[in-house]
């Protein structure tokens, strides 16, 4: 059923030796009446005592189950409905026996012994499970916001139980692992364009890690939600025109700086020179939030829908706190608390909010470097933006 995967199952200990059987009382467990001593690792002193200890165990294993099964056969109109079990195609049934693993049973009509066996239910089907967006850094200094839909199935149900407990957060922490490991090999042109060949690469390592817990990766796609801040490169803009120039030999630099020092006036021609404009004053947080109500609209409701308090820091050190509600109606703001519970809570100086508003500081570049702390969405936080560009055009 599974010969795609490629995969067989580790050796794990006394784990490591198991045959289908059909309903019987002894015949899940192979060599469950062998007698003979096994190979053990930590010397022939650990062997003595389990040889004496396996016997012990051994009476007094086939002892309870043969009492449990002459009580499950005099009893058995009423125990027939609790002991037999019946499995569907794709699932198996994994038992433990006085806390001795058997082979796994299914599928088809299972028998099991009341008080001595627990089981647990063994879905081989595939299934899937999403890997939440978590920030990552590429290799050209790019922060993106990436997440992975995983599918996977188990193929060997022992191992499932056995080796881990929750399988599917396993699996997820697993995968987020390798995506963040995958991708900072990586530039962002490279993510963009090979998101096919790197989902390959990451099943491939998922796999590695995760044979040996039973289960196999069959597909695995990456997601980009957002790139949170572009590349080294990229932020550079114009000042990356000047490396070529100052790679280049001292003539040739010599001769650039020459042709670009602008020329002297010529005598009769007149130059103009303007008054130092006076530094205009900034407004206080107090008019900024002023400005902020008459542009509440239906319209930048929909496009931001969301609600927001904002703690400023005031330059002696108290704080002042106001809101922003753009969830529903025409929008409200005001100082104090908003009603509810707010979807973000901002924190940031007022000299920063000025600058914010003002459109002079963009709140991603606020964040990434500090001045801006944000509890709560992300995605939400930087919606703002649309406030403060509407905040700067009704000045």
């Known amino acids: 059923m599974f010969s795609r995967s490629g995969y067989q199952a580790l050796p794990l200990g006394d784990f490591d030796r198991f045959q289908q059987s059909s309903i019987g009382l002894y015949g899940a467990q192979k060599g469950f009446f062998s007698f003979g001593s096994k190979a053990d690792p930590l010397g022939s002193a650990r062997n003595a005592a389990d040889s004496s200890q396996g016997w012990l165990s051994w009476i007094c294993h086939g002892i309870?189950?043969?009492?449990?099964?002459?009580l499950m056969l005099l009893t058995f109109p009423i125990s027939g409905w609790f002991a037999l079990k019946i499995v569907p195609s794709y699932e198996r049934m994994v038992i433990f026996r006085l806390g001795r693993?058997?082979?796994?049973?299914?599928?088809?009509?299972v028998l099991l012994l009341p008080f001595i066996d627990h089981w647990q239910r063994v879905d081989l089907r595939t299934r899937a499970f999403n890997v939440p967006p978590c920030k990552l850094i590429s290799r050209d200094g790019a922060v993106l916001s990436m997440g992975a839909d995983v599918q996977f199935r188990v193929w060997d149900p022992a191992l499932s139980v056995l080796v881990v407990k929750d399988l599917v957060a396993a699996t997820r922490m697993t995968a987020q692992s390798a995506m963040a490991k995958a991708l900072g090999k990586k530039s962002l042109r490279e993510i963009q364009g090979e998101k096919l060949r790197i989902g390959e690469q990451l099943l491939l390592d998922i796999n590695d890690m995760t044979k040996s817990w039973?289960?196999?990766v069959d597909r695995v796609e990456l997601t980009m939600e957002a790139v949170?801040?572009?590349?080294r490169d990229a932020l550079l803009g114009p000042l990356g025109a000047i490396a070529?120039?100052?790679?280049?030999?001292p003539p040739q630099l010599a001769s650039h700086l020459l042709d670009s020092t602008p020329s002297a006036p010529?005598?009769?021609s007149v130059v103009m020179v303007s008054e130092v404009d006076p530094p205009r004053r900034r407004p206080s947080v107090t008019e900024l939030l002023s400005a902020v109500e008459p542009i509440l609209s239906e319209a930048l409701v929909s496009q931001v829908g969301a609600s927001y308090q904002v703690d400023i820091i005031l330059p002696g050190g108290a704080r002042s706190t106001f809101f922003i509600d753009l969830s529903?109606?025409?929008g409200r703001a005001g100082c104090g608390v908003p009603q509810g519970s707010p979807d973000v809570v901002l924190e940031v100086a007022e000299e920063d909010l000025q600058e914010l508003m003002l459109g002079e500081l963009r709140p991603l570049a606020a964040y990434m470097s500090?001045?801006?702390r944000v509890q709560g969405d992300l995605q939400l936080a930087l919606r703002l933006e649309e406030l403060f560009k509407a905040v700067k055009l009704h000045r």
Do not use: C, K, W
């Open 228 to 231: 949170l801040q572009p590349p």
């Open 266 to 268: 010529e005598a009769d």
């Open 101 to 109: 693993l058997r082979a796994p049973q299914g599928p088809g009509v």
């Open 214 to 216: 039973g289960l196999e």
């Open 64 to 70: 309870i189950t043969s009492l449990v099964f002459l």
């Open 328 to 330: 529903s109606g025409s």
């Open 244 to 249: 070529p120039v100052l790679e280049g030999s």
């Open 370 to 372: 500090g001045r801006l």
